[in-house]
């Protein structure tokens, strides 16, 4: 076992938490935290029949604010809740069996239950567990790492993968089109339909000390884009002006986040968003978000349609995989 879990002290602390869990006071949520305001950040219709509007919509707010939620993004209710239960079912399973699913010590992969993911600084740590595995492109796929338990779990994610594809696809038309490329032509600079759709699930356990801890600390996604399904405990908090801020929770919406590749690709038109996690004292929260990366031995930086002589390129142009390697290990890009 590579360390406790945080499921594992969260049910022995009653009262204190270890130290290491403890943020220094300029991360510190009751402190940091504007209170009494919630973000309300771009709320986008998908069903809305204007798609000029739509498009607008989400080039507008990839700019801005860098996150947005979707609504009536046709994906069903029903698959969604199913996706919860069954995630939320692994987690509640007894610890030895959810260990049979735990990242191998030595594997340089980052599939697996596990709970430390990165270099942390001042070693402290993140009140969450989780489990990753790809959903995407059937090749990459290792089952190894997906729970034989709830019995439902790979028809579950399986089908919930299926209707990603759709908002994925229209997500990268929309934001190729905001750039002033033809709509297929991010997605494709980006890999196309050999992107590995990464699937990630945070549980962070009910804390006894909420104020003092983070359940992920400040960053930014370096994938394309994150399609992101939260339970219904708030904890989600997004960066604006300096500040930090509670997003505001939408039954059924889809939370979408431009990250680091997409910053890049874009020259910096969009913005990738900087985000946290909080925990609570009573409940237990938990999110699903889904990762669209490139290839680890994709190239990638700006859109050579977006460079030239009077807008040169502000970012370098790497391997995917050398990108990540940078990122977890805070070495600068």
């Known amino acids: 076992m590579e360390m406790l879990r945080v499921q594992s002290i969260a049910s022995q602390s009653k009262k204190t938490i270890p130290v290491e869990f403890i943020r220094s006071e300029t991360e510190q949520p009751s402190i940091t935290t504007v209170h009494g305001t919630q973000l309300e950040v771009p709320i986008i219709d998908f069903s809305n029949p204007d798609e000029d509007k739509v498009l607008h919509e989400i080039m507008e707010a990839s700019r801005d604010w860098g996150m947005f939620q979707i609504v009536n993004h046709e994906i069903p209710s029903q698959v969604i809740r199913k996706l919860q239960a ?6 509640e399973l007894p610890q030895e069996e959810k260990e049979q699913y735990a990242k191998p010590a030595d594997s340089s992969t980052i599939e697996g239950y596990g709970t430390k993911l990165q270099k942390e600084v001042d070693n402290k740590k993140g009140w969450v567990d989780h489990l990753f595995h790809k959903i995407w492109p059937p090749s990459d796929i290792n089952y190894r790492f997906w729970p034989k338990n709830p019995p439902s779990y790979r028809e579950v994610n399986e089908e919930y993968g299926k209707y990603l594809h759709g908002v994925i696809d229209t997500l990268f038309k929309s934001m190729s089109m905001g750039l002033g490329l033809k ?43 994150t399609l992101l399904v939260p339970n219904h405990v ?86 995917y995989k050398d990108y990540a390697y940078c990122k977890l290990n805070k070495i600068p890009q």
């Open 86 to 91: 069954v995630g939320k079912e692994f987690f």
């Open 183 to 225: 709509g297929h032509e991010l997605k494709e600079f980006a890999g196309g339909d050999n992107m590995v759709h990464l699937l990630k699930i945070n549980y962070y356990p009910p804390c006894p000390c909420p104020d003092l801890v983070l359940g992920v600390p400040a960053h930014t996604d370096m994938c394309c884009i």
């Open 234 to 319: 708030q904890g989600l908090q997004a960066s604006r002006d300096g500040r930090w801020y509670d997003v505001k929770y939408i039954p059924n919406a889809l939370v979408i986040h431009i990250g680091d590749q997409m910053e890049i690709m874009s020259n910096g038109k969009y913005k990738a968003v900087f985000h946290r996690t909080t925990v609570s004292k009573e409940e237990t929260r938990i999110s699903w978000p889904v990762f669209i990366e490139p290839r680890p031995e994709h190239v990638v930086g700006p859109h050579t349609k977006l460079v030239n002589q009077d807008n040169p390129p502000k970012y370098k142009s790497k391997k």
